[in-house]
């Protein structure tokens, strides 16, 4: 008993103790929930989040400790032909007189005309903190629709940082209450397809969401040591689901193959979890291994999505291998209850001989007939695919391309369009001794003038350049506005000439100054550097990681070499089918999204080590089953026709159900989400139907025994299986 696997002598204890099993992982999940509630979220800061030299300028601001009230705007603009000056002053008047009676409005401002005459814009100053403005800004959007009422031959509109904020997350919590709402009924939906039964389609989505909501307090409480970021508790869930559900599904599929076999219910259950439960742990190793890498991209976001992934994945196989097979040694044969009549007849497991499948051996067959032509052939397709990658372009999403179907965006649209000085800036930060604030002063004054010549850069305002100077005189701040938007290449133009000629010229004559530029053109190309320096570390790592770990578990280096090439393979296609869907515009009417002429700066690396991880399950998997096959006394050949057909149902069950998760994500709003849900749910279509059903078999069948040398030194002795009956015998034989 004593030299069997640690996932049998676990599965064993929980199947032959039911109850404690099931009462210990409710406690289990319990406290982590109830203690990471407790303990509070630590949020990520901006100093967290410094990225390059835009984060070193918003770290200067900071310092500043300036007063930064949120500032709403009333822009007045004709519904048709020329701006009425006189109606429009009205409105202007009778706005400030409803504004300023508002509860949250510390001033309201002069109003402003456009240098057209077209518009008039009157400012409104909230107060309280900037960070909860969003929170607050509902009075004063009312107060604005009444204005609009009292003056209906013109349009009155309110727009500003707050209310864009509100408005983005009003589409957020829509979307993802949409998103919640559609995974679990799809999910549930494709588990009763693949079972046909319903509590076997509940067990796994029972465990993912438990393993999620443990995950969620353990992270929190890791947030005290890595702090979170707002996307953290979305990733969860996203990956908690994914690999939860996985896990169980090949648990729980292998478990009722071998009870249709005739064994008992102790035995189906220990023999589930020396198979799929190694293959489980092998996964989990794998998939956080993956996530590990994210450690190293240096970014507060990433380490947090790190933490939260890597705590989901190692409590999903916590519970696989200990509350799954307690549930299913309680449940027995009630498992297969209450049962879809069709779906059942078409999904069960056999007794005796097993049912011959017509469909993967059609498609194994060219695999493994003429092994190198199908090889050669799959392979070309997915490079072709991949292609395209060679030219992606990375950005961060900026705010026009914030969804126009919100109307707090085609406002902004008008203002900018009015006002250029209110749209895109850059964001100079200065420190310098407090004896030095007046020569920068002056000196940012003259940089402002001269950049304002620059057809790179808007005009300065009559009253003059906006320059903000802390209580203490050590650190100045000049917006400087450009009339282009921030993905915009004169407004990356624009960027460059200010940090490589204008700045220094201005400043760099006075002792002691220390400068940056900030704002969201800089931010972005900053972070797509820092992206594209640390995606080759973050890949070295995972690969060198992922080899060991698949050469631990296979003890073969061919095997660990081919598992690595292959993911490769999957990830470079579909970087490629991200470049071809989004960089361009002909899928914009398709997935409705407007093309930002690049993949989202954080995307590609994110991707990779996701994709890296969960393809490793499908991989870990199958190939588990052709060893199977191996070590049962079968030749190669017939060996991956044995694994590949036997776990292809498994296989493409979970498979389904991460397309169908993943792809509500590109049913959202926002091109970023959009983005990544094409991304994975792409990727784990390709990884699962063409790598698994047609490059695998034919690189193994073309490598023959070759698949399975190692150094003498990692060789380890194999124990025989008893082979299982082979529902492709008579395919492999007619070769």
Not at 148 to 164: F, T
Not at 170 to 175: E, Y
Not at 199 to 224: C, E, F
Not at 380 to 395: C, S
Request: aromatic share 6%; hydrophobic share 50%.
């Amino acid at each position: 008993m004593g030299g069997r696997p640690v996932t049998v002598r676990l599965a064993r204890w929980s199947a032959e103790h039911p109850w404690r099993a099931i009462a210990l992982w409710v406690v289990f999940v319990a406290v982590c929930f109830v203690g990471g509630n407790a303990a509070g979220l630590n949020e990520a800061t901006e100093a967290d989040q410094a990225i390059g030299e835009s984060g070193h300028a918003d770290v200067i601001v900071t310092e500043g400790n300036f007063t930064d009230p949120a500032v709403e705007n009333i822009l007045i603009t004709p519904r048709t032909g020329a701006l009425d000056q006189v109606a429009a002053k009205a409105a202007a008047t009778d706005a400030a007189d409803r504004l300023r009676q508002v509860t949250g409005v510390a001033s309201v401002g002069t109003p402003v005309p456009a240098r057209d005459g077209a518009a008039l814009l009157v400012p409104v100053t909230m107060s309280g903190d900037r960070q909860t403005a969003a929170d607050r800004v509902q009075p004063l959007r009312d107060a604005t629709a009444q204005v609009q009422d009292a003056h209906p031959r013109l349009r009155i509109e309110q727009v500003g940082g707050a209310s864009i904020d509100q408005a983005l997350n009003d589409t957020l919590s829509r979307d993802f209450r949409q998103a919640e709402l559609l995974s679990l009924p799809v999910t549930l939906a494709i588990l009763i397809v693949a079972f046909g039964a319903l509590i076997a389609a509940g067990v796994p989505v029972l465990l993912a969401l438990s393993s999620v909501a443990a995950a969620m307090g353990l992270s929190t409480l890791a947030s005290h040591l890595v702090p979170a970021t707002d996307t953290t508790a979305s990733v969860i869930l996203l990956i908690g689901m994914a690999v939860g559900v996985d896990y169980s599904l090949f648990y729980v599929r292998r478990e009722r193959e071998e009870r249709a076999k005739g064994r008992s219910g102790l035995d189906a259950v220990e023999i589930a979890a020396e198979t799929s439960g190694h293959a489980v742990v092998v996964s989990g190793v794998a998939v956080i291994v993956s996530m590990a890498g994210l450690l190293l991209a240096d970014d507060v976001v990433f380490s947090s999505l790190a933490i939260g992934s890597i705590l989901v994945v190692a409590v999903a196989v916590t519970g696989s291998l200990t509350v799954l097979p307690a549930l299913l040694a309680k449940l027995g044969r009630w498992v297969d209850r209450p049962r879809v009549p069709l779906l059942w007849r078409l999904t069960a497991p056999r007794a005796g001989q097993p049912a011959r499948p017509r469909f993967w051996p059609a498609v194994l067959r060219p695999a493994l007939r003429a092994p190198r032509a199908t090889l050669i052939v799959s392979v070309a397709l997915l490079l072709a695919l991949a292609a395209p990658a060679l030219g992606m372009k990375l950005k961060q999403v900026g705010i026009e391309d914030m969804p126009r179907t919100i109307p707090a965006m085609q406002t902004y649209d008008r203002l900018t369009a009015a006002f250029p000085n209110t749209g895109t800036s850059h964001t100079v930060a200065v420190r310098a001794p407090a004896g030095q604030a007046d020569q920068v002063r002056a000196a940012l004054t003259g940089l402002a003038r001269t950049a304002g010549a620059d057809p790179l850069f808007a005009p300065v305002e009559a009253d003059g350049p906006k320059i903000e100077v802390s209580a203490d005189r050590r650190v100045s701040v000049l917006e400087l506005p450009t009339p282009y938007a921030s993905r915009d290449d004169r407004a990356v133009r624009s960027l460059h000439e200010l940090r490589d000629d204008l700045l220094p010229a201005a400043l760099g004559g006075i002792p002691g100054v220390e400068y940056a530029v900030g704002g969201g053109v800089a931010a972005s190309e900053d972070y797509a550097r820092h992206i594209s320096e640390k995606l080759p570390l973050v890949m070295a790592f995972v690969l060198a990681l992922t080899f060991l770990v698949m050469i631990w578990t296979f003890r073969s280096v061919v095997v660990a070499f081919t598992a690595i090439l292959l993911n490769l393979l999957s990830a470079g296609a579909a970087y490629g089918l991200l470049v071809l869907v989004f960089q361009g515009s002909w899928a914009e009417g398709l997935l409705g999204f407007t093309s930002m002429g690049a993949i989202v700066s954080w995307l590609p690396l994110f991707l990779f080590v996701v994709l890296f991880g969960l393809s490793m399950d499908y991989h870990v998997f199958v190939v588990s089953r052709i060893r199977e096959g191996v070590r049962g006394g079968r030749s190669n050949a017939d060996a991956v026709a044995y694994g590949i057909t036997s776990s292809a149902g498994v296989v493409t069950s979970a498979a389904i159900v991460m397309v169908g998760v993943f792809a509500i994500f590109a049913t959202l709003s926002t091109i970023d989400l959009k983005q990544l849900g094409v991304g994975l749910a792409a990727a784990i279509l390709l990884d699962a139907t063409i790598i698994r059903a047609v490059v695998l078999p034919s690189l193994m069948t073309l490598l023959g025994e070759a698949n399975w040398w190692a150094p003498r030194f990692l060789r380890g002795r194999s124990r025989a299986t008893t082979p299982s009956a082979d529902p492709t015998a008579e395919l492999v034989g007619s070769r």
